[in-house]
């Protein structure tokens, strides 16, 4: 397996653009995770999917932010306008369902986005 | 919601010498504690975890230690060598239901010199 597949690798782009990240996650993995790292505040969770549903987006920063899994093999965090303060590596992480018997919990990143903001 | 503090944030050792690297959560209902190993540049990975119901593990030079009634744990490397040099960083996450989430620390830039 590929593992966990992010596009692009680096970004970069002015303020008020809009700007999508996109992330296929490992085939058969249920769970799939978008975080946001920077210096300051660490890996912080913004949203994450069972099934392509969104379970807990308490970590999307605000309305800019949105993400979208329209099926089990592809993801987008769109963030719309951007701004320079959303500079940061976004990193998109899978994981199986635990409750199915698999592999549990373990999630596996890829390799992440670096987006700069100017 | 669960808060996980990690210390240092900074360590530097020699080669050859221990490192401990200590974490403490908030939430009474987390069962699951992975630790995460991020080289410069690169993608966090998975090293070593731990359940509730264990109160050690040991994987080689790496092992982890939980007290579930002090709500900490810590991450142990023996015999540390310069490619052990990275960010770790500690978990938690409350299972059950469909609630998966890890809750991470702010991180511990491990320099191992040689």
């Known amino acids: 397996d590929a593992g966990v597949i992010q596009s692009p690798r680096h970004e970069v782009t002015e303020m008020g653009q809009e700007v999508t990240l996109r992330c296929k996650p490992i085939?058969?993995?249920?769970?799939l995770f978008w975080y946001r790292q920077t210096m300051m505040r660490g890996l912080e969770l913004l949203i994450y999917f069972n099934n392509n549903v969104p379970i807990d987006d308490s970590g999307m920063p605000e309305d800019r932010f949105s993400a979208k899994m329209p099926n089990a093999s592809f993801s987008t965090l769109k963030i719309q306008p951007s701004e320079p303060r959303d500079s940061a590596v976004y990193f998109c992480?899978?994981?199986?369902?635990?409750?199915?018997?698999?592999?549990?919990?373990?999630?596996?990143f890829g390799p992440g986005t670096r987006l700069t903001v100017t | 919601g669960e808060n996980v503090e990690q210390h240092p944030s900074t360590l530097s050792v020699q080669e050859g010498d221990s490192a401990v690297i200590k974490c403490t959560y908030s939430?009474?209902?987390?069962?699951?504690f992975p630790w995460y190993k991020q080289e410069l540049g690169k993608r966090p990975q998975l090293i070593i975890d731990?359940?509730?119901?264990?109160g050690e593990k040991k994987d080689q030079r790496i092992a982890v230690t939980l007290n579930k009634t002090a709500k900490h744990f810590s991450l142990h490397i023996t015999e540390t060598q310069p490619e052990d040099s990275a960010v770790y960083f500690c978990a938690a996450s409350p299972s059950g239901g469909s609630n998966y989430k890890l809750t991470f620390g702010k991180g511990t830039l491990l320099t191992v010199n040689p």
């Open positions: 939430d009474s209902a987390s069962n699951y």
């Open positions: 731990i359940r509730s119901n264990v």
């Open positions: 085939s058969g993995h249920d769970y």
């Open positions: 992480a899978s994981s199986a369902d635990p409750s199915l018997g698999q592999t549990p919990y373990e999630q596996y």
